[in-house]
């Protein structure tokens, strides 16, 4: 696996992205999600973890294993005003024996985002900050809260350096297996040139069941969930 594919991984965990000034978020709750990866045919796990970080923060943390390649990704977010605001993100990946390293940093108070780390200098930002904006790792929640409430899946998303604007829409219902156990799944998709995201999103569940990413009409990442709790 090399690491221009990591962008990939990111994407297809993160699924999404001008979230809606106006949405209310859900309650967040604190949760693990364990899941089944699979990387051009090769077999990984993945970790998702939401912890409390303090008053109204939050620390949603991803990890994913494989025989080649380990990836480590955080970030500290917070509820204000019914929004979920990015504060901080880390970005590591170990791909044989080079590792990289992205810290992302959200200052809401300057309206602004910058990164460091092993990050290209027209990568670094400022970015400017609107409101709604959210990041890679956030996408997962907000796609699962929106699907819920019957929203609209318009999100910005400020991730590496970038600003990009992704739209899902809903393309049915469909049954899913989690644990050995049907579910009836909400499948939504976004579409971008020759790149496809599909996820599956059951009541109940903090985070897609399954997430699918495509490029040419070809599989490349599938992530199944195998548990939460």
């Known amino acids: 696996m090399s690491t221009k594919n990591t962008p990939m991984l990111r994407r297809a965990f993160a699924a999404a992205a001008l979230a809606v000034a106006s949405l209310p978020a859900l309650a967040v709750q604190p949760f693990t ?3 089944q990866a699979n990387y ?6 993945g970790r998702m973890v939401l912890a409390s970080a303090g008053a109204n923060k939050w620390k949603y943390t991803l990890d994913i294993n494989s025989p080649l390649a380990t990836l480590s990704q955080s970030t500290v977010f917070e509820e204000n005003g019914g929004q979920w605001r990015p504060l901080s993100g880390n970005d590591s990946t170990n791909v044989l024996t080079k590792k990289t390293t992205k810290i992302a940093t959200y200052d809401w108070s300057r309206g602004v985002a910058s990164w460091t780390g092993d990050v290209k200098p027209e990568r670094a930002g400022p970015i400017k900050l609107e409101p709604g904006d959210l990041d890679a790792l956030l996408i997962n929640l907000a796609i699962v809260r929106d699907v819920v409430a019957g929203k609209p ?3 910005r998303m400020v991730e590496d350096g970038r600003v990009k604007q992704l739209n899902y829409t809903v393309a049915g219902k469909e049954s899913i297996t989690i644990d050995g156990k049907a579910q009836q799944a909400t499948k939504v ?3 971008s040139g020759n790149k496809q995201t599909i996820a599956w999103v059951v009541a109940g569940m903090p985070v897609p069941a399954r997430i ?5 009409g070809a599989d490349e990442i599938d992530l199944r969930v195998q548990s939460t709790r």
């Open 153 to 155: 899946m318009n999100y």
């Open 33 to 35: 999600a364990d899941y």
């Open 189 to 191: 998709v976004s579409s």
């Open 212 to 216: 699918l990413q495509r490029k040419d």
């Open 40 to 45: 051009m045919g090769m077999q990984g796990s």
